[in-house]
């Protein structure tokens, strides 16, 4: 009943930019905190960015200085806004939120990805 839906995904030259956008929609009390995850096929999904409610963010360390993430609590989207974009940037992207339904327990959503591709 909750669903995270992704999108701005596609293909980009090294150097260019992109931008995420994740939804949510649902029977939905609460949002904490919303992330963004990727994973090339064969490796673990690995954190990029995550925010708090309140605007925090925190970044890996290998796109800091790139990559800018953003919420609009108005709207329950996240956003990913990513510059300077690389090859080793390729992979799916994941949003990530934990979220109440009907004030139960939070519990982890996840998108079904958009995949990011970067050329050289």
């Known amino acids: 009943q909750v669903q995270l839906v992704e999108s701005g995904g596609g293909l980009v030259q090294a150097g260019g930019s992109l931008r995420l956008s994740c939804a949510a929609s649902?029977?939905?009390?609460?949002?904490?905190?919303m992330g963004w995850y990727r994973q090339v096929p064969g490796t673990q999904r690995e954190l990029v960015a995550v925010?708090?409610?309140?605007?925090?963010?925190n970044y890996a360390a290998s796109v800091k200085g790139r990559f800018t993430i953003s919420r609009d609590n108005a709207k329950s989207t996240v956003y990913l806004q990513m510059n300077s974009l690389k090859p080793e940037d390729t992979a799916a992207y994941y949003c990530?939120?934990?979220?109440?339904?009907?004030?139960?327990?939070?519990?982890?959503?996840w998108g079904q990805g958009t995949q990011v591709t970067v050329s050289s």
């Open positions: 649902g029977s939905i009390s609460s949002i904490g905190a």
């Open positions: 925010i708090t409610t309140g605007g925090s963010p």
């Open positions: 990530n939120a934990k979220i109440s339904v009907a004030y139960g327990p939070v519990r982890d959503y």
